[in-house]
């Protein structure tokens, strides 16, 4: 069976018992996950034996050459896409039709629904992203590939890191480096945090802020591959001054409540339980209050995407999904350490893909 036609089955299976006899797919990277289809502003409709992409002309040829298996409803010129959605729907003769209610506006689903007032919606959720929270071989290939880049980048910004450059220098720097290294693009914009700066979670590199103000640097980034993109996440704290006292304080806690994380990640464990492991740790050590986020999140064709590493996640692992560990603490007028590696749940544990150096011995450059 070719991947796309695997993939539908299984969306097909996951669909048994919702009593529906179909689902329209509107999120765009669920689209291109089912089908290869690389391009934009086209939905699919998948039903017991059909699955149908309505697009527009200008995407007639690539969908032939993307998904050879796929049926295909190119919409005419003037005409709207829930026009084209509704004709397809009456002629597969769907009455009973889930759609993905996080995806779908309610301007959208007025329309839609005005024009095709026969048909039942079920608003459905996450059934595409659970199929693609568990990663095949080709996907984890891509996303090994994806580190690399975000690897061999880093290495290049490390090298070059000069003390007076700005944080938006520096992560300029790098969106060109990920870009040389083989990457489409950073996978989101680099978050480039001197000192107190860090403390903000998701800072925005400053134009002001320059390399050594304050004694350390936080980098977070990623890259997004080319032949598909899928994506990396990594955080590193560089020391560009001292390391004192309360910097390796801190450091060492965040560094061993990613490690007992990343040691309790295999198949069968709740996602919930691996954020505890680390919350733990760094509850122990007082910080509990300055660890104020998530412990990981899924990732692959997006940056953000199931399962999540959180409190309140039932999401039980499976082997083949792909998460970022990372713990952070941040104290508002001092700064924040947050140590992010990408890690595989194999079927007998897990392995850690990321392999830039972690230890409190690497965070010195210059
Ligand atoms: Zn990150
Ligand atoms: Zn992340």
Redesign the pocket.
């Known amino acids: 069976m070719d991947r796309t036609s695997s993939r539908l089955a299984k969306l097909r299976e996951s669909l048994s018992n919702d009593d529906v006899d179909g689902l329209l797919v509107l999120c765009e990277t669920n689209v291109r996950y089912l089908t290869g289809f690389t391009g934009d502003a086209s939905l699919l409709i998948v039903s017991d034996d059909r699955a149908v992409i309505v697009s527009d002309g200008r995407y007639t040829t690539q969908i032939a050459q993307e998904c050879p298996g796929v049926e295909c409803q190119i919409r005419q010129v003037g005409q709207v896409m829930n026009s084209a959605l509704a004709d397809v729907i009456g002629k597969l003769g769907l009455t009973r039709l889930g759609f993905e209610s996080a995806v779908m506006s309610v301007a959208n689903f007025e329309d839609v629904k005005q024009r095709l007032p026969a048909v039942t919606w079920i608003a459905l959720s996450d059934r595409v992203e659970a199929l693609r929270s568990v990663k095949d071989d080709d996907e984890i290939a891509l996303v090994r590939a994806s580190i690399a880049m975000a690897e061999r980048a880093f290495a290049m910004l490390r090298a070059g890191l000069r003390l007076g450059d700005t944080e938006k220098d520096v992560a300029d720097d790098l969106e060109s480096f990920l870009r040389r290294c083989g990457a489409s693009a950073a996978s989101f914009p680099p978050i480039i945090a001197v000192g107190t700066r860090s403390a903000l979670p998701h800072a925005r590199p400053s134009r002001e802020a320059r390399i050594g103000d304050d004694d350390f640097v936080l980098v977070d980034w990623g890259a997004s591959g080319t032949l598909a993109p899928y994506k990396s996440?990594l955080t590193r704290v560089l020391v560009t001054g001292k390391v004192t006292p309360k910097f390796e304080t801190i450091y060492r806690t965040v560094l061993s409540a990613q490690e007992r994380a990343i040691a309790a990640i295999r198949p069968g464990v709740m996602a919930r339980d691996v954020d505890a492991e680390a919350r733990s740790v760094i509850e122990e050590a007082g910080f509990g209050p300055f660890f104020q986020h998530g412990l990981g999140?899924g990732l692959g064709l997006d940056i953000h995407e199931a399962p999540a590493l959180r409190k309140e996640s039932d999401v039980t692992l499976q082997a083949g999904m792909v998460v970022?560990v990372?713990p952070g603490i941040y104290l508002p007028d001092w700064g924040g350490i947050r140590i992010?590696d990408d890690v595989l749940v194999t079927p007998d544990g897990c392995e850690v893909l990321t392999h830039v150096p972690r230890s409190l011995d690497s965070v010195r450059v210059g």
Do not use: F, R
């Open positions: 996440d999140h970022t990372e992010e």
